[in-house]
């Protein structure tokens, strides 16, 4: 009954790596992001998706892509994997005009080495 | 994106309740306030939200006074379950129902038996 849920929880890979993290809601919801959290624990948005069209794209390296084959699916790809991606990756969801109020998943920690 | 400004770290012995202030001084006109608590290794999860006023659910009260340049969450009778990271946040309404939450470093609270 997991409403946000991402694959893996956790994933640890060599620089230079291509991985793929997957996020599925069973919500409904038509807007889905993607958020870094890094060591210090700050969290900021990547990606934000609606009815599956890009809405934000912040300052992320265009290593990362992310796709959305449906509107309960979010996934993150990333490319050419560098130290200091490692950090923990959270998807998350919320209604159609939404006022803030998302459904966050576990998280995937992903540590690249 | 309106900024917050959050005490680091609270300390509250088990049953008193704790009242944890936040402040916003350019907050826009369009935006919620919205509290979100994460435990570690989890997602945050929405607390509560408000425009103004008091705003109270079956986990907190959120006061807002009339100007809105600050909020206070309120924790009725705090438990060991409560420690916890609280995050105060204002959002920004991206449009197509896109919702920009932007984390600060939040409240690192720490409940005492």
């Known amino acids: 009954d997991t409403a946000v849920s991402q694959t893996p929880k956790y994933l640890v890979t060599q620089m230079g790596n291509d991985k793929s993290i997957k996020c599925e809601q069973n919500?409904?919801?038509?807007?889905m992001y993607w958020y870094k959290q890094d060591s210090k624990k700050f969290l900021k948005i990547m990606f934000s998706?609606?009815?599956?069209?890009?809405?934000i794209n912040e300052t992320v390296p265009n290593r990362f892509s992310p796709k959305s084959p449906d509107k309960a699916h979010l996934n993150l790809h990333i490319n050419s994997l560098e130290l200091g991606d490692s950090a923990v990756y959270f998807c998350?969801?919320?209604?159609?005009?939404?006022?803030?109020?998302?459904?966050f998943g576990s998280g995937t920690r992903l540590t690249v080495v | 994106l309106a900024k917050t400004t959050q005490p680091i770290s609270m300390d509250s012995y088990e049953g008193q309740e704790v009242n944890i202030t936040c402040s916003h001084n350019?907050?826009?006109?369009?935006?919620?306030i919205t509290w979100y608590q994460q435990f570690p290794s989890q997602g945050p999860r929405f607390i509560i939200q408000?425009?103004?006023t008091k705003v109270t659910n079956e986990v907190a009260s959120l006061f807002i006074p009339a100007d809105r340049k600050s909020s206070t969450l309120s924790l009725p009778r705090v438990s060991l379950s409560d420690t916890a990271v609280y995050y105060c946040?204002?959002?920004?309404?991206?449009?197509?129902?896109?919702?920009?939450?932007?984390f600060g470093k939040g409240t690192k609270l720490s409940v005492i038996p």
């Open positions: 998350a969801s919320s209604q159609v005009a939404g006022t803030g109020q998302s459904t």
């Open positions: 350019n907050i826009a006109t369009n935006d919620y």
């Open positions: 946040l204002v959002g920004e309404d991206s449009g197509a129902g896109s919702y920009q939450l932007t």
């Open positions: 998706y609606n009815n599956k069209e890009l809405i």
């Open positions: 408000g425009y103004k």
């Open positions: 919500l409904g919801h038509d807007t």
